[in-house]
């Protein structure tokens, strides 16, 4: 293909950045040009992934999660979230016009696509799950206007019966979609356990650091168990959290998650989609912490939980851990 492609993942965690690393490796064989644009620490994982590629930081959302409530939080920051739309919008025809792009691939970001390139929007959440049925009308509506103005939707699931988004990814509703099935950067690896614990950090902030800070309380106490715990930040140094059983990383590349995940026993993350991909086919117990508020990941965390080698506690509950961390690794 003689196509110049910007990928361009939504920065809101790592999930989004993460499950474009295997489509960007594929769009490298095929394509004429690869170029990435995001910003904060989803540009800084593709860019420590990717060096050789051209590289654009665009606007930031720059969402926090201040309050439990979605709602709450998403209101107070509207103006700067439509300020951010345009900005973004604007980047793309900018970038577009500097590197005669022909496809844009939006990760999540609403406004970034452009008149002269075919549009393309990779999401799995098509359907906006809330408990008031009014606040998920709006949403959806809102949302499916925001994906009409994109030429095809990218949905990385099975669809349907096979989903494993649930009722997340179902799209009956749009007419332009294709389910491209579950994509992780993760390879399943025959190698020797060395993790008791992996815990993986990631999310919107202040809530990252809420978590982090309760986990360390009671990972403190695990002595007999060998914990891996990956900030999910360009910074891998907690001044509070010198253990012997304690080994801290900050951010990690696509190998050395593969790695950390395949020699691990059990995993403790946020029950965001692209990690339910990631470890699907990995033979790995699972404890899922959905951040507060955020419907999608409460939903899936709750969905996962009727499984066997999945678990479920709430961001509250994290004094759970030290009994059934042991009753899972017996």
Request: aromatic share 8%; net charge positive.
């Amino acid at each position: 293909m003689d196509d110049t492609v910007i990928i361009a993942p939504l920065n809101w965690g790592l999930g989004h950045a993460a499950r474009c690393i295997p489509i960007i490796h594929h769009l490298k064989t095929i394509c004429k040009k690869v170029i990435i644009a995001s910003d904060g620490q989803a540009l800084e994982l593709l860019q420590k992934e990717f060096q050789e590629l051209t590289s654009y930081e665009l606007p930031g959302y720059k969402i926090k999660y201040r309050f439990d409530n979605m709602i709450i939080n998403i209101i107070l920051q509207l103006p700067a979230i439509i300020m951010t739309y345009w900005k973004e919008n604007h980047a793309a025809k900018n970038i577009v016009k500097q590197t005669k792009a022909t496809i844009i691939i939006s990760d999540s970001r609403f406004g970034f696509r452009a008149t002269s390139t075919k549009n393309i929007y990779l999401s799995h959440q098509i359907n906006i799950l809330h408990s008031n049925q009014t606040v998920a009308y709006i949403a959806n509506k809102l949302h499916l206007w925001v994906i009409r103005k994109f030429d095809d939707c990218w949905i990385p699931d099975y669809g349907y019966n096979n989903a494993l988004a649930g009722s997340l990814s179902n799209a009956d509703h749009l007419k332009k979609k294709s389910y491209i099935g579950p994509v992780t950067r993760i390879i399943k690896m025959n190698i020797p356990l060395v993790w008791d614990i992996c815990v993986l950090l990631s999310g919107p902030e202040p809530q990252r650091s809420v978590l982090e800070q309760k986990l360390i309380i009671e990972l403190k106490l695990l002595t007999s168990y060998k914990i891996l715990f990956v900030r999910g930040i360009n910074d891998p140094d907690i001044s509070s959290f010198k253990l012997s059983h304690v080994i801290c990383k900050g951010l990690l590349t696509s190998d050395e998650i593969s790695t950390a995940l395949n020699s691990s026993r059990l995993l403790i993350a946020r029950s965001g989609y692209t990690t339910v991909m990631d470890i699907e086919s990995l033979d790995i117990q699972a404890i899922f912490i959905p951040t507060p508020g955020q419907t999608e990941q409460e939903y899936l965390a709750s969905r996962l939980s009727s499984l066997p080698r999945y678990s479920c506690i709430l961001q509250s509950e994290t004094s759970k851990l030290k009994k059934l961390i042991p009753v899972l690794l017996s």
